[in-house]
């Protein structure tokens, strides 16, 4: 026997729990699939933008005042030596994935959604999932929102990711430190960067950058955790993330990926947990109408078109990285951060979400040195 839904999401991480809620609340049959029982970890530094929190309040899905710590001073180093301090910038928010997303499972639960977490899926079919335990589930349309191992981008497109353009980051959580402050560490690793968010419970620190370009991250953490005063005995657990590949078709036809199996992560900042939320919200509205058009097939074409301005933006910031990483033109960025407490300003208003990409890259074209800019 089949159980029919509208819609049925794997993964109910950021975007599957966002998804699930906005088609519940919308009206479709939903049901929200993950392996993992909630609340659950996932490896992330936990930084939440002024960006995702934009998006959260539009759904009026904020998490209570509890679980952000807000933070407004930032150092930036890079390779050990300090570039400079900023204070009373724009603000970044840290949590633990542990409790923010099950805050976003909650309200996914609460708008209708059908709780299958904890539940594993063995087949993923053209029209049904089965799962491990015997039940087939019955779709209309599907959405992927199982990460960046995504066995939904795997059954439409046979990977998941490009090992070639994937990014990798080790991490682990060291005791709370009251007196440490929130750190970036641009050449901790290479095409990526070194971070220490301070939290009330812990302090979460990581190394992360393009795989391919870093053989050693291993080592480096190690380097990273010594330069910082960190103990060099922490548990470190390490996990892929689609450092600027994202996929221009998410999807086919009514089948949909959002967040980490879409690609989107920002590949300057590494933040992805925005964009996870973001294009859950966006799949689950073109699944929607899609739907009420009767034509199911639709929604990728929909949903194409809603992500054009975040596609737009991953395509400008992926342009933009070598300024900051590359061998030749970093040590050049990291001289005008140095001199410069607007540019380091500028940086955070970046991360924080109150610049996009054209803006940044408007003001850069005006202000950086015309030598950097042709380089
Ligand atoms: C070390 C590290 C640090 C990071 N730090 C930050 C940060 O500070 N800020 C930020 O914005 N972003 C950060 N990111 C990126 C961020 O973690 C991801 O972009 C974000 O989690 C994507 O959300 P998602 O919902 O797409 O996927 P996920 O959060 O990965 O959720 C996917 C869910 O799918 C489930 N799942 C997977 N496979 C299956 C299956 N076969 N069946 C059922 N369920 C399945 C998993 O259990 C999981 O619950 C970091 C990433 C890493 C690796």
Known sequence: MTTRFDLIVLGAGPA??????????????????????????????????????????????????????????????RNGAELGTVSGCPPVYLTTRHAFDHHLLTQARAAGAEDLTGTRVQEIGPAHVTLASGPRLGFSALIGADGVNSA???????AAFDPATIGFALETEAPPDPEATLRIDFGAARWGYGWR???????????????????????????????????????????FLPFGSFRAHPGRGAVLLTGDAAGLVDPITGEGIGHAVHSGRLAAESIVAALAAGVPDSALR?????????HRDLRLARMLRPLLFSERLGPRMTRVL????????RYMALLAGETDYPEFLAHALRRLPARLLRA
């Open 338 to 345: 140095r001199g410069s407490e607007s540019a380091r300003m």
């Open 152 to 158: 939904v981008a795997r059954q439409l497109f046979g």
């Open 197 to 239: 968010f301070p939290k009330p419970g812990s302090t979460t620190i990581g190394v992360g950058g393009l795989h391919a370009r870093n053989p050693g991250m291993k080592a480096a953490m190690a380097r990273y955790l010594a330069e910082i005063g960190a103990a060099p005995d922490l548990r470190i657990k390490g996990h």
């Open 302 to 310: 929909r949903y194409r078109q809603a992500l054009r301005p975040l």
């Open 16 to 77: 599957g729990a966002t998804a699930a809620r906005v088609a519940a609340r919308a009206g479709l049959r939903v049901a929200l699939i993950d392996k993992a029982v909630f609340p659950r970890d996932k490896l992330c530094g936990g930084l939440i933008t002024g960006r995702c929190l934009g998006h959260l309040t539009a759904l009026g899905a904020l998490p209570p005042p509890g679980l952000l710590t807000r933070q407004d001073r930032v150092t930036f180093f």
